[in-house]
């Protein structure tokens, strides 16, 4: 006879660049009853090597992987490997980052305030093949449905040349958007001059008036 689903151990995995944050959740996984932290990851590399050597049930992911994104990460991993379930844990509760995670491949989100009893829960459920939301997304999610999807704009760019649009388009320089999305300024600039070139404009004021045509910027 096969072994009751409840009684198996869920393997788990831990990607985040913050070690503080992998060790105390790393703790926390290892005293639940049925739950057994198998490795971790800083960024993406590493989060794709660990999911094809020891194949966890679950993978904890943050969405900040230095200059790559927990985005990216997950819709690599779902490809690859679409019998690991991704839980999304991360400090980013807007909607971009909430729909780009789910959109590639997601089965959960919560947000780093979760308490361990939340964790646990979105861990079970993941791994159960549940869609689970944390209170404040779920809201969120809800509210998005009920007024309607709108398409986002520019689908050319990807999720992290959005964001950065987003922000120049706020009239932020690339100092400073550097330092709220915790990249490098040439990192920045890379993906400034990839944005122009799809968006077909000249110069970052052309960009600026597009992006804000499209409703960036506002925030």
């Known amino acids: 006879m096969s072994p009751d689903p409840a009684d198996r151990t869920i393997r788990v995995a831990v990607v985040d660049d913050h ?4 060790l105390g959740m790393t703790a926390l996984l290892g005293t639940l009853t049925g739950i057994e932290c198998v490795g971790e ?9 660990l999911a094809a050597t020891h194949a966890p049930d679950v993978i904890l992911m943050d969405l900040h992987l230095g200059e790559r994104s927990g985005v990216e990460a997950t819709r690599l991993i779902r490809s690859g490997h679409p019998e690991i379930a991704v839980l999304v844990v991360t400090m980013f509760d807007d909607d971009d980052s909430l729909f780009g995670a789910l959109r590639a491949g997601a089965s959960g989100y ?4 979760a308490s361990p009893q939340q964790v646990e829960r979105g861990v079970r459920a993941v791994a159960n093949g549940e869609l689970l939301l944390g209170p404040e997304i779920g809201a969120r999610a809800v509210g998005f449905l009920t007024r309607g999807a709108e398409p986002l704009p520019f689908p050319q760019l990807t999720d992290r040349e959005r964001e950065i649009l987003d922000h120049v388009a706020q009239g932020l320089d690339n100092t400073t958007i550097a330092q ?8 920045v600039r890379n993906h400034l001059s990839n944005i122009l070139v799809k968006l077909g404009v000249s110069d970052r004021a052309q960009a600026i008036v597009r992006a804000r045509e499209n409703g960036l910027g506002r925030r």
């Open 19 to 22: 070690p503080v944050f992998r």
């Open 41 to 49: 990851a800083v960024d993406v590399a590493s989060a794709l090597e």
């Open 110 to 113: 919560l947000l780093k305030g």
């Open 180 to 187: 709220r999305l915790a990249l490098r300024p040439k990192t």
